[in-house]
């Protein structure tokens, strides 16, 4: 079956750090992707998506990128602050009898120490 | 405020009642979606709505039901089949008609007396 998986279930760093979560996904012909942020009893919040037809997409402080060949994804988070710890998950297009129905993985926790 | 809200925040359930979760959007759009959440992992699909008067189960229906009546509103019934339902639980919504991205409510967590 189709997944989306991520590498690591906790990654903590320092203040100041950068960050670096990664996703892996098994759909090739998946076109769409997209990063969220869950805080602590709060539903998830979108930070950023990127298209396949793209290598690398940038935000504030948060840059996507991805790796279609190895089927790879991956969320950099520059100089992390506290307030970046969270569940961070992935989530990939897909479809079921026609109807959009995306597919996430189990979620990173990140840890940044002051 | 455009948003997605939930509610209760809490809600405790007694053994054999059934209990209603709230989910309401006012950002005008079409699909609707419930999830449960439990520690440790991903969200799982419960049932979702394309359209208003129009619902399909998800991964884990079973002892749960919902109702689309409204464009704005998917309420989530937990009902006294579902036998474990202490999780967090979580609706969404987005754009049908151009958008990928769903956008979720700030969750209710359901807890079991």
């Known amino acids: 079956g189709e997944s989306v998986g991520l590498h690591l279930p906790t990654l903590s760093v320092q203040e100041g750090d950068n960050s670096i979560i990664n996703c892996a996904y098994s759909?090739?012909?998946?076109?769409?992707f997209i990063w969220y942020k869950q805080e602590s009893g709060k539903g998830p919040q979108f930070i950023i998506d990127?298209?396949?037809?793209?290598d690398k997409r940038q935000g504030q402080r948060v840059t996507v990128l991805l790796n279609k060949t190895v089927k790879h994804l991956s969320l950099q988070i520059a100089a992390t602050q506290p307030g970046d710890s969270a569940v961070y998950f992935c989530?990939?297009?897909?479809?079921?009898?026609?109807?959009?129905?995306?597919?996430f993985g189990r979620g990173t926790s990140l840890i940044v120490h002051p | 405020d455009g948003g997605i809200t939930q509610s209760p925040k809490y809600l405790f359930r007694k053994e054999g009642q059934n209990v209603t979760l709230s989910c309401e959007q006012n950002?005008?759009?079409?699909?609707m979606y419930w999830y449960r959440q439990d520690p440790g992992q991903g969200l799982r699909l419960i049932y979702y709505?394309?359209?208003?008067?129009?619902?399909q189960k998800g991964d884990i229906a079973e002892g749960y039901s919902v109702s689309r009546e409204k464009k704005e509103s998917f309420p989530l019934t937990v009902t006294s089949a579902q036998k474990n339902p202490t999780a967090f639980y979580l609706c969404?919504?987005?754009?049908?008609?151009?958008?990928?991205?769903?956008?979720f409510g700030p969750g209710t967590r359901l807890l079991v007396l």
């Open positions: 969404a919504s987005r754009n049908s008609g151009t958008q990928e991205t769903q956008y």
């Open positions: 759909n090739s012909a998946s076109d769409y």
């Open positions: 990127i298209r396949s037809n793209m």
């Open positions: 989530a990939e297009k897909g479809a079921r009898g026609g109807s959009y129905i995306p597919t």
């Open positions: 950002l005008n759009h079409d699909a």
């Open positions: 709505s394309q359209i208003v008067n129009d619902f």
